[in-house]
């Protein structure tokens, strides 16, 4: 099967995997040979989220997991990122992003840093929201918040 690009990229926390994370790293198997995956640093994520993230050490051994099983035959490569951009702004061979409705400003900047940089846009792919059967978005904090409020019932 050939696929419409050689490298994508996506980048996110993944503090508490759901069905969102499993449609974007699912997308970026079925358009990309290969795969960068970029998560938050473990002090890069405690500047913008409001709770204590799970260290960096379990996010990426769950992500690995996950990919384990959705793509067990792609090259996937993992980098931590300590800003917004991560290395979507400094490697030249990146062919497409997979974002978010939500990060797909964020992928924009990319594109303009990139092009700041003398670098090709990159392809935006952008996946749609995933909401729960109350037709709210599905988040690792909104999930976070959830189980709280059960916690203390």
């Known amino acids: ?12 926390t993944f503090d508490t995997l759901h069905s969102g994370h499993v449609k974007l790293l699912a997308t970026a198997t079925l358009i990309g040979e290969r795969i960068l995956i970029g998560l938050t640093s473990d002090s890069f994520a405690s500047t913008y989220k409001q709770y204590k993230v799970r260290p ?9 997991n996950l990919m384990s099983l959705i793509a067990p035959d792609r090259e996937v490569v993992y980098t931590e990122i300590d800003n917004p951009y991560g290395p ?6 990146l062919d497409a992003i997979v974002a978010s409705i939500e990060t797909a400003p964020r992928a ?3 594109n303009e840093e990139r092009a700041r940089r003398g670098l090709r846009p990159m392809e935006i792919v952008v996946i749609s929201t995933v909401r729960d059967g109350f037709g709210h978005v599905l988040s690792s904090t909104y999930i976070r918040r959830a189980l709280e409020k059960l916690e203390a019932k």
């Open 108 to 110: 924009l900047e990319i």
């Open 88 to 93: 979507a702004v400094e490697l030249p061979s």
């Open 56 to 64: 960096l050490s379990v996010r990426l051994g769950n992500v690995k």
């Open 1 to 12: 099967m050939r696929l419409k690009f050689r490298t994508v990229v996506l980048g996110g």
